[in-house]
């Protein structure tokens, strides 16, 4: 399962103005965007996530400074870095992921496949390791 976690670089168009990174649902990322939240203002030493989904597919943007992504499928773990605005990285559902390692001006954007549902979250590694390996 680990091995459908992978990086995707999205097309910019670069001029003299600046940049513009652009991502479109179901055509960069291979879902409809149903909900974006981004997370800011993470100390270095603090770690989010620590959950996986029965049903959300993820795609994670730094879209200003950097973090590290643990993820994990019950067997296989990965870091990823994130370091630049144009880079995201797609997880699956039912990844376990950690995030951590936020740089002080870190910009984690997050393109969620569904809306919020605090049922569809294991938060509990036990329990997340009893359903994959099932
Ligand atoms: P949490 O899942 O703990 O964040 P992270 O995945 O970064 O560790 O979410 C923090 C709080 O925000 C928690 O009370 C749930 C709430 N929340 C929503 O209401 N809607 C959302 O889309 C998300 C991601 C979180």
Not at 21 to 41: H, L, T
Not at 59 to 82: C, E, F, P, W
Request: contains cysteine.
């Amino acid at each position: 399962m680990i091995e459908k976690c992978r990086l995707i670089e999205f097309p910019q168009n670069g001029d003299e103005r600046g940049r513009l990174v652009i991502v479109e649902g179901n055509q960069d990322i291979p879902f409809d965007i149903k909900r974006v939240f981004y997370i800011y203002g993470s100390d270095r030493d603090v770690i989010r996530g620590r959950h996986a989904n029965y049903h959300s597919e993820f795609v994670l943007i730094n879209v200003a400074g950097t973090s590290r992504v643990k993820v994990d499928d019950g067997t296989n773990q990965m870091v990823y870095h994130l370091d630049r605005p144009h880079i995201g990285i797609y997880l699956p559902r039912m990844i376990w992921k950690d995030m951590y390692d936020f740089s002080e001006d870190s910009v984690l954007l997050v393109l969620a496949s569904e809306h919020y549902d605090p049922e569809e979250y294991i938060r509990d590694y036990d329990k997340y390791l009893e359903i994959v390996r099932r």
